[in-house]
């Protein structure tokens, strides 16, 4: 008994730190007691029942349904996603899940039929490009003629003295490194352009001039942008050099259309455990561009292999197993920054609010069968770190795929749906792709397909969640420790940046020490807690177990309580969506408004403007695009409705405005002796109210690290 596969089964008698589930009011408990199978045998018992070829089957199989029929695309709330979600549903009753549950919520709908441009290339040969698209109405009911020119990167400047009234413009952009295709479409569109056509010269779609690459739109509607390949611009571009004055006419046959306010659904069906009120959530996303084959398509496989192997091996769990499809994730709110996750955040936040506290984890995937790095990573929540790291160690490894093991890092990003299930007050995780070249080369492209598939990746994490699903569920608290954040929150205060700000950085340091005390002690609780459980478990003492898990309630409840006021309270995000600390955000902008002032004092405009001023806020897009489209996509975070702004509402802490100081300094950079004083003063003016900014987020988390303490307290 103290040993299996690695040593799990001794990392679970020692290794635990907190770990499970439902509120105070839900802890009955089945008085039917079925006997404990060997723990280890129910561990082997899966690794021998999951298969990774039904996984991949199932994964092939989501290509059945498409929008656009030379692409693939599965968009929100299309007939391709709502007849996929369907299929799903069916296979979860069929592999043996029960309550199979279809989950209803409004987004806006996206389906994008075509989008072919034929033109004359320039040896007189007709060509045909067959586009991506972006979340926008266009409609040109049949092939339409149509002016085109190249408009550069569809800057301010490149399009300054260019005619696009009514033409289709074809630009640059290179969305990793400069800027999101939303800036360049309402440039032209304000231009009076009829779209955008976009051409990665870098940044995604790496892998082959072939490639078309498709993202989410993050601006309105009416701002059409269509995608497409180097080969094709290539040619396209020579026809325009060689025409008469830069301009020809095409023929664009295009559909892609929008709707308000229409209606998907996210599905769910469980493995009903001895409390069904405590929850271990299992997700993956089923809309998809491209074919899709990684994002999600094997995400969906993935989850879907691990509810059958869980199923197949005869695993009787302690809570409820939920394994949860979800749609919209890659785009489904209109006019938004923050527009993709829409299903997760509808699920969590407006459908089932009432998982919140009842659920110990939620594990969701993304991208899982292939090997992006050769050591696989887990992203979690601080409070989730050290409890992954010591279950890492124990995960049997697969021959062939990561042989640098596995590694756990923190925070959450919020690239996928998990991020919504976090600040939900769910414990959350995923498997990691983010920093791999995939994102480069392959992400959603028409080359995210089958040629990428590694079994052996995908082997590894069916093992990887299926015991992780386990292992917490032989838990009776959530393995949470708050030391985690604490400490990274103390780490990133600038005693130097405090004290520039005459804010005194020391009480909230000292907050954070005591709380970090409380903490280990609530740790060295739970950590009792579930010891005795899994021993009890382990031993097959069903009264004792059932007992020790009835008397841990309030406390997992306390917990989970306190890792959701620690979500409300300490994440923010960058203008970027990057996740800080709430004092972080003055503190960057009085780091990169003295320095800035520092240079031009010096009379050395060239480094503020290079090198600090574009750091602040969003004022990297100050530099290439006019006012008004500057402003449009800053009033759209600041003025937006809460139903606009979804898992971005209230996390953004403030806003500078430089539009006008920088392009004041970029005119006044090549003149000699150029009066920069109006500049400065407005740049002064903006230092003190970050001053300020940073006292009152600093007051604020101080206030708010003291009422964790009290709720840690409690618990002790």
Not at 37 to 59: P, Q
Not at 430 to 439: A, E, G, I, P
Not at 499 to 510: H, I, M, T
């Amino acid at each position: 008994m103290n040993k299996f596969i690695g040593g799990l089964a001794f990392s679970m008698l020692i290794g635990m730190t907190l770990g499970a589930c439902a509120p105070k009011e839900s802890t009955d408990i089945k008085e039917e007691v079925v006997p404990e199978k060997d723990l280890v045998d129910a561990n082997e018992d899966y690794l021998s029942a999951v298969d990774v070829d039904y996984a991949f089957e199932f994964t092939k199989s989501l290509e059945e349904f498409k929008t656009n029929e030379k692409l693939g695309y599965r968009t929100a709330g299309s007939v391709a996603e709502l007849k996929t979600g369907e299929k799903i549903a069916e296979e979860m009753k069929k592999i043996g899940l029960t309550e199979v549950t279809k989950d209803e919520f409004t987004l806006d709908t996206w389906e994008f039929e075509k989008a072919d441009l034929t033109f004359v290339d320039e040896n007189g040969e007709e060509h045909l490009a067959v586009l991506g698209a972006y979340q926008v109405n266009f409609d040109t009911n049949g092939a339409k003629e149509l002016e085109i020119v190249y408009g550069g990167k569809g800057t301010a400047n490149d399009l300054a003295n260019l005619d696009v009234e009514g033409k289709l413009v074809l630009i640059d952009i290179n969305q990793r490194e400069e800027w999101w295709i939303n800036y360049p479409a309402y440039q032209a569109h304000l231009k009076g352009a009829a779209a955008v056509i976009a051409v990665q010269e870098a940044g995604y779609a790496e892998t082959d001039e072939d490639a078309l690459n498709a993202q989410d739109i993050c601006g309105p509607d009416d701002a059409p942008a269509f995608s497409m390949s180097q080969t094709d611009a290539n040619q396209l571009k020579k026809a325009l050099e060689s025409s008469e004055n830069g301009t020809m006419t095409v023929k664009f046959d295009a559909k892609s259309i929008v709707k308000m306010d229409g209606k998907s659904y996210n599905y769910y069906g469980k493995i009903i455990g001895k409390d069904p009120e405590s929850y271990i959530i299992l997700s993956a996303h089923y809309d998809s561009y491209f074919t899709g084959f990684q994002d999600d398509h094997a995400a969906i496989g993935l989850m879907m292999g691990v509810a059958k192997g869980l199923v197949d091996s005869g695993y009787q769990p302690e809570k409820t197993i939920i394994f949860n499809a979800l749609a919209a994730e890659e785009w489904g709110v209109s006019n938004s920054r923050y527009d993709w996750s829409t299903g997760a955040y509808n699920q969590i936040f407006n459908i089932h609010p009432e998982w919140v506290g009842k659920a110990f984890a939620n594990m969701n995937f993304e991208l899982p069968a292939y090997e992006h790095t050769t050591q696989d990573e887990i992203r979690s929540v601080y409070e989730l770190n050290n409890y992954l790291t010591k279950f890492a160690k124990t995960v049997p490894s697969v021959d062939g795929v990561y042989k640098d093991g596995i590694s756990v890092v923190s925070p959450l990003r919020t690239w996928s749906d998990d991020f919504s299930f976090g600040i939900a007050g769910v414990p959350a995780l995923r498997n990691d792709f983010q920093d791999s070249d995939f994102m480069r080369t392959h992400y959603h492209s028409q080359f995210d397909n089958e040629d990428t598939y590694n079994a052996d990746a995908l082997k590894f994490h069916l093992n990887l969640y299926g015991l992780l699903s386990m292992h917490y569920d032989q838990t009776a608290v959530v393995p949470l420790d708050f030391t985690t954040r604490l400490t990274e929150m103390k780490k990133v205060i600038d005693a130097d940046i405090f004290g520039q700000a005459e804010v005194s950085s020391d009480q909230l340091v000292a907050e954070i020490d005591k709380v970090i005390t409380l903490a280990e002690e609530v740790n060295a609780k739970v950590s009792k807690v579930n010891d005795n459980y899994l021993t009890a478990l382990t031993e097959e003492d069903t009264d004792k177990a059932k007992k020790l898990y009835e008397d841990s309630r309030e406390l997992n409840s306390g917990l989970l309580s306190a890792f959701k006021y620690a979500e409300d309270q300490f994440v923010r995000l960058t203008w970027e969506d990057d996740q800080i600390f709430p004092h972080e955000h003055a503190q960057n902008n009085i780091t990169n408004l003295a320095l800035a002032i520092d240079a031009l004092n010096k009379g050395d405009i060239t480094t503020a403007i290079d090198e600090y001023l574009w750091a602040i806020d969003n004022n990297w897009y100050a530099y290439d695009f006019e006012k008004e489209v500057f402003d449009y996509f800053t009033d759209y975070v600041l003025d937006a409705p809460k139903e606009k702004l979804m898992w971005g509402d209230g996390r953004i802490v403030g806003h500078e405005n430089l539009f006008d100081p920088i392009n004041a300094l970029i005119e006044k950079s090549g003149q000699e002796d150029a009066d920069i004083s109006a500049e400065l003063a407005t740049l002064n003016e903006a230092l003190e109210r970050q001053k300020a900014l940073l006292q009152k987020t600093t007051a604020e988390e101080i206030l708010a690290v003291q009422e964790l303490a009290k709720k840690l307290e409690a618990l002790k």
